[in-house]
């Protein structure tokens, strides 16, 4: 069992929110985006101590408009999360008989599923912010009679159980006996009842030995006890001083974790340890929870969803990396948020969500393998659906149309067709054509592949950085970071990655995987036959001709290297090789200079880089169309 979908509105940044769960969901995005009030909308709903007066919604909880909004005005807030199959007759028949009256059935798919809501508006009567869970219909209409029953909700929640770790892990929380997971393993660990008068028997003796030790301890004991003698007045008390724990559970809640880096290095308590291994400890924590006593706790089919923040926190770059292999085999479904680029560099890019602040709340975008609209059923519609192979689909309990990858233009056509004369024609063809614009963003499980291959090394920055500057290579890398420095406008301080794209696979996929995560980008290219080639590329991927021509840029003079000879700058490039260690650099002519030139990009590049330092002159020397578009960077959206 796992959430497929979360719907979030009106829930302190978001607005409106739709989002697809994969078995782990990383999200990613700057500080105040609203990524922990998505993992808190999961908590709510999952969990009844949110809907306790004084523990529950405020109204700093209600999404404001504006700083005149009423967070008492309705509609108040709405979590809603799907629950559904893989496939058809995965969930155990002891889960589907015990949930019987909330599971569902799609009679298309023949998959289960269900659909819980958690609401809360502002009650006047009771003046406070009530909550409600609900379960709904495919048509998310509330399910009524025994469906309606709180035992179900009880029941569901066994089933799905949420833990939370908040980005501070704090182990004397964690590992004492009053924590989420190491105190109820403790309480869990049953002691046989003749190792228990065993183990009573060796602490009464231990206890009575270290007593003798030193007679102090005795007199001490004895001084005490007149505490007793006081309170009791009538009766004698007596006190016994415990070097020991007096039972054996007291033995266990002193139970603590010991380690050791290196065999031959001392053994340590957890707490004196680095935060990084403090806060990995934590994590695997939950692992041994849920191994050990999850199903005795909870449900033999229970499977538990875990809210992590920020599992790189205190970790260096190599532990952060390769972090996300032990986080993805922790058992159940994890929804984890993480600011470490280097984490991001191994989360297959499906699994990543990338979520923003803007004007309308927050906003999260991905990479889907379909895309889904709501629109009403007419009876032509079911025509074409069977004649797509698969790639359309539609629930008609749920009004729901689902396109599988691209939807080509003939199908496209073909659905506005069917609505041409329903009465709520344009607002249909509305959706419709959104729903085609955004399934034009998808890019296929190939292309990801090669990037998975190519750009591992820049993927984890690229996610983080709120503009693209996209260059053919490792020289322009170099080179176009220095201009900027020089020009004012260091380009890693204000958010511009750039790309060389031909170390990390073809511009163009770049180019779709900015618009499809709203990232904006600017790109030049050489003025040869490849530089064009990129062009078109990009152009062939539905871009509008006016905006690649806006977006790309090329050398009027061919290669990097050309343009700048015909920009002036053959001195400081012979100069630059020189520097390299190339000894025919100054004698050499047009031509061999040009070969020097491509046969030591990346050397001749860093030297140059180095030489505009503090020099305007040289900068504003170099090529143009570098210069423009470090200019055009500028708040570009």
Request: charged share 25%; glycine share 6%.
């Amino acid at each position: 069992m796992r959430i497929t979908r979360l719907s979030i509105a009106n829930f302190r940044s978001i607005k409106a929110l739709e989002l697809d769960l994969n078995d782990t969901t990383v999200l990613i995005g700057p500080n105040n985006a609203g990524k922990t009030a998505i993992l808190d909308a999961v908590r709510i709903v999952l969990t009844r101590r949110w809907g306790q007066r004084g523990t529950g919604f405020t109204e700093y909880d209600v999404h404001l408009a504006d700083e005149h909004a009423d967070p008492k005005a309705p509609p108040g807030v709405s979590i809603e999360i799907r629950v559904e199959e893989r496939l058809a007759g995965e969930w155990p028949e002891a889960l589907q008989q015990d949930l019987d009256e909330i599971v569902q059935t799609d009679p298309v798919t023949g998959k289960t599923f269900i659909i819980l809501r958690a609401s809360c508006a502002w009650n006047e009567t009771a003046g406070s912010f009530e909550p409600s869970w609900i379960f709904l219909n495919a048509g998310r209409a509330p399910l009524v009679g025994g469906s309606a029953r709180r035992m179900n909700l009880e029941r569901f929640w066994r089933y799905l159980p949420v833990f939370y770790l908040g980005a501070l892990r704090d182990v004397e929380d964690e590992f004492s006996p009053r924590s989420q997971f190491w105190g109820r393993l403790l309480r869990a660990m049953e002691i046989p009842p003749a190792l228990d008068t065993k183990v009573q028997r060796v602490l009464d003796l231990l206890n009575k030995k270290l007593l003798q030790a030193d007679p102090r301890l005795a007199q001490i004991a004895a001084t005490l006890s007149s505490a007793t003698r006081v309170a009791a007045r009538d009766r004698d008390g007596s006190v016994d001083l415990r070097l020991v724990p007096l039972k054996s559970w007291d033995l266990l809640s002193k139970a603590e974790i010991v380690l050791r880096n290196e065999p031959d290095w001392p053994w340590l308590p957890l707490q004196r340890h680095g935060q990084g291994v403090q806060s990995l400890s934590v994590i695997f924590l939950f692992q041994a929870f849920v191994e050990h006593l999850l199903t005795e706790l909870y449900e033999a089919d229970s499977a538990p969803v875990l809210a992590l923040e920020e599992p790189e926190t205190h970790l260096h770059p190599q532990a952060a990396r390769t972090l996300w292999t032990h986080i993805k085999a922790l058992p159940g479904q994890k929804i984890i948020t993480t600011h470490s680029p280097y984490f991001v560099q191994h989360v297959p890019f499906r699994d990543l969500r990338l979520v923003r602040l803007t004007e309308n709340g927050t906003e999260v975008l991905s990479l889907p393998l379909n895309f889904s609209a709501r629109i009403p059923h007419v009876a032509a519609l079911d025509a074409i659906v069977a004649k797509s192979g698969g790639q359309i689909e539609y629930d008609r309990a749920a009004e729901l149309l689902t396109i599988h990858g691209r939807l080509e233009e003939q199908r496209y056509r073909d659905l506005l067709t069917c609505y041409g004369t329903h009465a709520e024609r344009a607002v249909i063809h509305g959706v419709l054509r959104d729903l085609r614009d955004r399934a034009l963003l998808f890019i296929g499980d190939d292309e990801l592949r090669a990037l998975e291959t190519f750009a591992r090394r820049i993927r984890g920055e690229i996610f983080f950085a709120r503009r693209w500057f996209i260059v053919e290579g490792q020289a322009e890398y170099l080179l176009v970071h220095a201009m900027a420095r020089e020009l004012a406008y260091d380009l890693d301080e204000h958010g511009v990655a750039v790309i060389d794209a031909q170390n990390n696979g073809n511009p163009a996929i770049f180019a779709a995987l900015a618009r499809a995560l709203a990232i904006p980008w600017l790109a030049v290219f050489d003025g040869d036959s490849a530089g064009h080639g990129y062009c078109q590329s990009i152009a062939a991927r539905d871009f509008d001709a006016a905006f690649v021509a806006v977006r790309c840029r090329t050398l009027a003079a061919g290669d990097i290297e050309a343009q700048m000879l015909a920009d002036g700058l053959g001195a400081e490039l012979k100069t630059a090789l020189t520097a390299v260690g190339v000894a025919d650099a100054a004698s050499a002519d047009q031509a061999a200079l040009l070969d020097h030139l491509r046969g030591h990009k990346t050397a001749y590049a860093a030297e140059l880089a180095a030489m505009m330092r503090g020099n305007s002159a040289l900068v504003a020397q170099m090529p143009q169309a570098f210069r423009d578009a470090i200019a055009d960077l500028r708040g570009l959206a």
